[in-house]
């Protein structure tokens, strides 16, 4: 037994863990007579990697590279490798993940699991759009080989599906070439999300990465900072400044505050206001993983930990949704400065339970305050549910049945792919299995 947390640290139980150091004991390991579900990195912010009734399998030890073919960029590796080690392997040699989340410090296997998007979704779709093939364990002994050519069927439940078909012990993925570590970016100040939709759809056919950071205490519509970003030649005399800190310790409060929230907010959003129409060239490193250098950052929300609630809705109806998000977050008086905005492009996703569809994402960090916070939440659902959006399960621990449900209408197909032999906190909450 050893106690472990999820992301969002809004429980710290104790788990009888089960450690997978290679495919052959991962074999026996999973054919225990408790149900269990793969725990990677422990990235997910809530209960998809949680199982208090049974076994956690941790895959970290499948950590090894089958395979890597520097003509084609076919990559072959273990479920258990981080995407921080393939990029550390890769770049050099002229290949990219194609689609990377905002942090490298996850498992292949998780990626899949919950079919990840990155800030060029409008160019490369989610995570799953580049796995060639993947191999399944069950727990009954089966091995199925899988991929977008092979047992298609398979393919569409175990992409995205909450680690609830099986075990994914290896991954092939087909890389992106790039010209080397560096992109051009751009940072533009916009003062309301008419101005944010109009940056993002003007910015689509130009530039492969766009993101946003919104400001959702300002009260003026939604003011934020729109990023976008192109890979582009590498520079010589570019240095990549490697600069790590740590939170320590857990903090008796949250740091993320009413005292701090607005100043910061306020802080950040002028201090890069000032590089407006400026290009830069900056290494992959902090474009896309901007947090990955602050360790243990999750710990500034103190003892109760936080919840992250990231929703998408279709585009017709985003601006009123999120504009309407906006205003119940700026009346509850909570808040957030981890908040993203972005739009996903015209392309559905593979998995039966991926997150990603054409549409806005808003993805918001909140301190766990209890019934104030759940109470914010359920007006937020309510939003979501009007507009036929869904929430991302990822980075979901309280999610109402009704909305899994009508957010992510092929569940029930998901439920005949399932293996009986794994149960999660998540599973057992939104499926009752």
């Keep these: 037994m050893r106690p ?10 104790s788990y009888e863990v089960k450690y997978c150091s290679s495919i052959s004991h991962a074999a026996n390991a999973i054919k225990l ?23 956690l399998w941790a895959t970290r030890a499948l950590d090894y590279f089958s395979s890597f073919d520097q003509q084609t960029g076919l990559l072959r590796c273990e479920a258990g490798v981080l995407l921080k080690d393939i990029q550390a392997l890769v770049v050099p040699n002229g290949w990219m993940l194609p689609v990377t989340p905002g942090t490298q410090l996850i498992t292949v296997g998780g990626a899949i699991a919950n079919d990840v998007h990155g800030k060029n979704h409008h160019r490369q779709g989610s995570f799953s759009d580049h796995i ?10 089966e091995v199925i080989e899988c991929g977008p050519q092979l047992n298609h069927d398979w393919f569409v439940a175990i992409v995205g599906g909450i680690g609830l078909t099986g075990l994914i012990v290896e991954a092939e993925i087909q890389l992106k070439r790039v010209p080397g570590p560096w992109l051009t970016t751009e940072t533009i100040p916009y003062a309301n999300i008419v101005e944010f939709f109009k940056l993002a759809d003007d910015s689509e056919a130009d530039w492969e990465h766009t993101v ?15 990023m976008r970003g192109n890979h582009r030649p590498v520079i010589a005399e570019a240095r990549l400044k490697k600069k790590q800190s740590r939170i320590p310790f857990v903090p008796p409060i949250s740091l993320v505050n009413k005292l ?11 201090l890069n206001k000032r590089k407006a129409g400026e290009q830069t060239t900056v290494h992959y490193q902090p474009f896309f993983y901007p947090l990955d250098n602050l360790q243990d950052w999750n710990k500034m929300y103190g003892p109760q930990g936080f919840y992250q609630y990231q929703s998408v809705v279709p585009r017709d109806v985003g601006q009123d949704a999120i ?10 008086g909570e808040g957030s400065f981890l908040a993203v905005l972005k739009t996903f492009g015209d392309r559905e996703s593979v998995g039966l339970l991926s997150f990603a569809q054409p549409g806005v994402t808003l993805a918001l960090d909140f301190p766990n305050k209890g019934v104030k916070t759940l109470k914010l939440f359920e007006r937020l659902d309510q939003i979501i549910s009007e507009a036929k959006g869904r929430i991302y399960l990822a980075k979901d621990a309280r999610m109402p049945k009704s909305l899994f449900e009508s957010g992510y209408p092929r569940f029930q197909e998901l439920i005949k792919y399932r293996d009986p032999g794994i149960s999660s906190d998540m599973s057992r909450r939104l499926f009752g299995i």
Aim: glycine fraction near 16%.
């Design 212 to 226: 946003s950071w919104i400001d959702c205490l300002a009260g003026n519509g939604g003011r934020g900072l729109f």
């Design 4 to 13: 472990v947390s999820s992301w969002g640290r809004l429980s710290r139980a």
């Design 323 to 332: 504009t309407e998000m906006l205003k119940q977050i700026g009346q509850s």
């Design 260 to 270: 701090t929230l607005r100043p910061f907010n306020e802080a950040y959003y002028w």
């Design 132 to 141: 060639t093939r993947l191999t399944l364990l069950r727990t009954d002994g």
């Design 33 to 55: 007579a408790k149900p269990g579900i793969p725990f990677g990195n422990g990235r997910s912010y809530g209960d998809a990697c949680l199982n208090q009734d049974g076994y």
